[in-house]
C-alpha cells in the first residue's frame, strides 16, 4: 500500500467536526466554515475581515493548520504574519497570498507524478 | 382543584398553596396549613393530587454558586437553523449538561434560543465552536454573554398573581 504524500495528506478532505468554524466574536459564529484548505483558501477570501482578526490573534489559525491540518509550515509562516499586527484588508490580502501559495504549491507536488 | 378532560382547574387553595412551597418547600403540611388557616391533611391531600397529576414536577434546590467559590458564566445563545434540521439542532442541545434551557421561536427565520453556562469567556467559546457550530443544520450563531441579572422567577408566579 502507498503512502500519501505530506500534501496530499494536508489537501485532504476534513470531517465536520474538524472543520475550521468562522467567529466574529466569542460565541458569535458566521455561519462560514473550512472543512480542507481549499476551502479554507476561499472562506478567507470572503469571510469578514473581522473574523480574521478575531481568529489571528487569539491563536486559532495557526492553531487549527499546525494540529488540525498538520501543516507546520503553513502554521510557522500564520505565526509570523501575527507578529506583524495587520488589520482589516491588509491583513486578509496578507493571509490570503501565505494561503493561497501555500495551496497552489502542495497542489503541484501531490498531483506530480513520481519520475 | 378539577379535572376537566386533560385540563386541569386549580382553585384558590392550591394556588395558595403552591405560592407557599415556591417560597419554601421545606415547610410540613401542618406549617402551611396554620399558614393558610386550612387542615393539614387537606394540605396533604391537594400536594399529593397536584404531584399525581404532574402539575407539580419536582422539587429542587437553588444554589448560591457564588458562596461555595464556583465561577461561571451565563449566556444566551440564538442558534440560527435550517428548518428541516432545527429540531434535531434543539433536541441534540438538549442533551448537553451546558445547556440549561433550550426553546424554538419564530421570527423571520427559524431559531432556537438557548440558556448556556461555562467556567469562563475561553471554554465558552470552544464548547460553541466545538460542540454546537458542527451540528448538522447550524447555519449561524449569536451569543450575549450576561453581564448582571435582575430578577430571576419561574412562570408560576405570573400565573399564581393572575387566578389561574
Redesign the interface.
Known sequence: MMTPSPGSRILRKLP??N?F?F?TS??????E?AASLEEFVERVREVNVKSLEFHLYRGDLEKWTDQTLEDGELAERIRSLKSLSPLGDSLRDQLLLIVSKRYEKLKGTSSAKPM | MKVKGEAVVLDDLDLEILQALEENSKQTYTEIGRLLGVAHSTVYDRIRKMETHGIIKKYTVILDLDKVGVKYIT?I?TV?TDPKESENVAKRLSELEQVLEVSTSLSEELLIIAKVVAED?EK??SF???S???L?G??????S?VTRKYKEECANSFFQSRGN
Open positions: 465536520r467536526e472543520a468554524y467567529f466569542i460565541g458569535n459564529y458566521t455561519g466554515k | 449566556a445563545m440560527f469567556q465558552l467559546h460553541i465552536a466545538h454546537i457550530a458542527p448538522p447550524v447555519l449561524r450563531i449569536r451569543t454573554i
